[in-house]
């Protein structure tokens, strides 16, 4: 018999019977003759409750199953004569696939955050993890499914890479030399190779041969912070469109993230509230402002003059040329204009090497998606198409021509305006779930000094 997924057989309209469902006890009680199991297979957030009647031939198995077991249920669903569910299942045939003893880590009690990342091989069976990544892995189709409806080609970026994207050199070296050879020749690529911060050099190429693109997989930086906001391990979302300049670039963005946080709250209402009950209570207005209003746009240096005359102190000094943190992105947003913001046209020391050169010859057309509780959520640019100009910034930088030849021809060949941005998917997980440490929605995260699991 085929199994069945208990979300199904929940919102199901009428009785199915037979069904056979697998899953995880989560709790049982006994009463004389017959003991109520809460069933979970991880479909869904609610359990599905099982009826095993004393009748049943291991019925002594059955009354010393413990929390953790993993069970095969066949039986008919009847309707429930208790309250808080619509359907019941009345065991006809159970069978325990995976004891669990009684020292099973996840007992009928609320776990801190800290605790639970010391067993994260476990933690995915908590109602709070479930949730969070049933609620990552719609997001994920979700991205899929906007850039396919809008005519987007998905490629692959390598994950080796001999390119630093950002210029700021906190990469992950990646070599099969022993430490008594120092000779990068004699290495596997015979150049130094790292693990990739960005595919969007790479996706630049595709664009201006494909016209609109997307990659979306895994990058990695090391950079030895331990802020709540930083892994050395994350994904990116990262399209990129020729014949864009950066308004629409900026339009992509804001549909984007409007598309991602509309098709959670329509699919996910289950696990998406109980976020907003036992997590954080002002989710729900935040999201529904999000998908409802407009995004603001800012020029950089309106939003410099907005904070200096803020009657507030910052700990990071705020003045033209200095990089907006994050206590400043989250007053913009929270505090003076209650809503999504984006700032556009930074100064050109604050930006990598390929952002489009403004007319002023002092800011580039780079732009930053920021949201309420999070901050920076996007980041993007028009890229610079010159090639002179192009060079020329990456000398001032200390960048090699020559080891981005690829790069720079690339604008010798029908070069044309185009722009992109790259969209860090454990924020919008943290923006969908008002989880506030990046470790909580990856399920196995990798930060300085831990690479467990």
């Given amino acids: 018999m085929k199994r069945t997924k208990i979300k199904e057989l929940l919102n199901a309209e009428a009785a199915l019977d037979p069904v056979l469902v697998k899953g995880w006890v989560r709790t049982k009680r006994d009463a004389k003759s017959f003991s109520f199991i809460e069933l979970n297979d991880g479909s869904c957030l609610a359990n599905l409750q099982i009826v095993a009647a004393g009748e049943l031939a291991n019925y002594d198995e059955i009354r010393h199953l413990t929390t953790g077991a993993a069970l095969s249920v066949q039986g008919r669903m009847i309707a429930s004569q208790g309250a808080g569910q619509k359907w019941e299942l009345q065991a006809q ?3 325990l696939i995976g004891s669990s003893p009684d020292t099973y880590p996840l007992q009928k009690k609320r776990h801190t955050d800290e605790f639970l990342r010391t067993i994260a091989h476990i933690r995915p069976r908590t109602n709070k993890y479930g949730s969070a990544f049933r609620i990552r892995a719609l997001l994920a189709h979700a991205v899929h499914q906007f850039f396919n409806d809008r005519g987007f080609f998905y490629i692959h970026t390598p994950i080796l890479t001999a390119s630093d994207c950002e210029g700021a050199g906190e990469m992950f070296r990646v070599t099969t030399l022993s430490p008594q050879i120092d000779n990068i020749e004699e290495d596997f690529f015979g150049v130094e190779a790292n693990l990739t911060v960005s595919g969007q050099l790479e996706a630049e190429m595709m664009a201006l041969a494909l016209g609109d693109v997307y990659t979306f997989g895994p990058t990695f930086r090391a950079e030895n912070s331990n802020t709540r906001r930083h892994a050395a391990e994350f994904w990116m979302v990262e399209p990129e469109m020729a014949f864009c300049d950066l308004k629409e670039d900026m339009a992509v963005a804001e549909d984007l993230v409007r598309h991602l946080v509309r098709t959670v709250m329509d699919q996910c209402p289950d696990d998406l509230n109980l976020f907003a009950r036992f997590v954080d209570k002002q989710l729900m207005p935040r999201l529904e ?6 995004f603001e746009r800012l020029p950089y240096t309106e939003a410099v003059k907005i904070l200096e005359t803020a009657a507030q102190d910052f700990e990071y000094p705020i003045s033209y040329g200095a990089d907006l943190q994050a206590e400043h992105e989250r007053f913009l947003t929270e505090t003076y204009f209650n809503g999504p ?26 732009m930053d998606v920021l949201v309420p509780g999070i901050g920076e959520i996007i980041g993007g640019s028009q890229r610079e198409e010159r090639h002179d100009i192009l060079a020329s910034r990456m000398d001032r930088m200390a960048l090699s021509r020559e080891k981005y030849w690829w790069y720079l021809e690339s604008r010798r060949y029908g070069s044309v305006p185009h722009s992109g941005f790259g969209m860090g998917f454990e924020r919008m997980v943290m923006l969908l779930t008002g989880i506030v440490n990046i470790r909580d929605v990856i399920p196995f995260p990798r930060t300085p000094k831990h690479i467990d699991f």
């Avoid at 402002?289 to 407009?294: A, H, R, S």
């Avoid at 930074?346 to 800011?363: G, H, I, S």
């Fill in 93 to 95: 045939n159970l069978v």
């Fill in 341 to 366: 913001v984006i700032v556009y046209d930074y100064p050109e020391t604050l930006k990598p090497f390929y952002m489009r050169l403004n007319d002023d010859a002092r800011t580039v057309a780079a």
């Fill in 289 to 294: 402002k999000l998908v409802g209003t407009c």
